[in-house]
């Protein structure tokens, strides 16, 4: 355990110092994004319902974080692939889960202040009120590891090229095709199937129901989707750093 967490603080002060005239940029564009999309929204909505801006609120909350996880951090990781530097990564002796862990704190506390700042206009902006579940810290951290697994798993597994269309792909459904920003009901039936199997739902729930917890209570059932795939992405992730080519 103590060489464990001695890999995970050294990978971590490295990937900061290797990344810190990046992170400034990632940090801009990522809170541009959570802002504009609550703003830019909006406009589309300027008699928005309490649902309906409670909907755009915790949407943003939702693509700020699918931004980072699944966008940034793929992106950086195929950079990564083509340098050579994750080779190297490849081979120092720590434990696989350990870069992981590093890499993935690094984007955590990227994402967080975009997270707040969202929540703060949309609260300006739409006069919301919020009944905030202590669950919503592990429910932000959930999505937040969900997201980073999955999106290294698709910079391990496809080629770099592919990387951005992929990733530019997935800000397009997460904004526009998927029941982030607006209730699934206004989907076609065989998208809504689809978007049972896919995270992005999900992962609005969960942000929704912690921020603002319903009537009903909260639901287990973004909590266990989303856990099935944190494990799988880390899985396939551990897999690919652990192969020896």
Do not use: K
């Given at each position: ?8 603080l ?21 809170t ?5 999309v ?35 951090a ?26 992981m ?43 937040v ?12 597994l ?5 990387v ?30 689809v978007?049972?199997f896919?995270?992005?739902?999900y992962?609005?729930?969960l ?7 319903p ?12 856990a099935?795939?944190?494990i799988?992405?880390?899985a ?10």
């Open positions: 355990m103590s060489h464990w967490l001695r890999s995970f050294l990978i971590l002060w490295w990937n900061v110092l290797s990344s810190r005239a990046d992170l400034p940029i990632y940090f801009m564009v990522q541009m994004l959570s802002v504009g609550v703003t830019g929204l909006g406009f589309l909505l300027p008699t928005a319902s309490p649902t309906e801006a409670m909907y755009l609120c915790t949407g943003s909350m939702t693509v700020s974080l699918i931004t980072v996880g699944m966008v940034l793929p992106q950086t990781v195929s950079y990564r692939r083509q340098s050579g530097f994750l080779d190297y990564q490849r081979s120092l002796p720590v434990p696989r889960t350990a870069l862990a590093a890499d993935a704190t690094v984007w955590t506390l990227l994402a967080l202040p975009g997270f707040v700042l969202s929540m703060i206009v949309a609260t300006l902006r739409f006069g919301l009120s919020y009944q905030v579940s202590p669950l919503v810290v592990p429910a932000v951290l959930l999505v590891v969900s997201a980073v697994t999955i999106g290294y798993s698709i910079a391990y496809v080629r770099p090229v592919l951005n269309l992929i990733t530019n792909a997935v800000i397009i459904v997460s904004l526009l095709f998927a029941p982030v920003n607006f209730p699934v009901e206004r989907l076609p039936d065989w998208l809504a199937q978007h049972r896919l995270p992005f739902q992962m609005a729930e942000i929704r129901q912690t921020v603002d917890v009537p009903a209570g909260l639901s287990a059932a973004p909590f266990l989707v989303l099935v795939w944190a799988a992405g880390t396939i992730a551990c897999r690919v750093l652990s192969r020896r080519d």
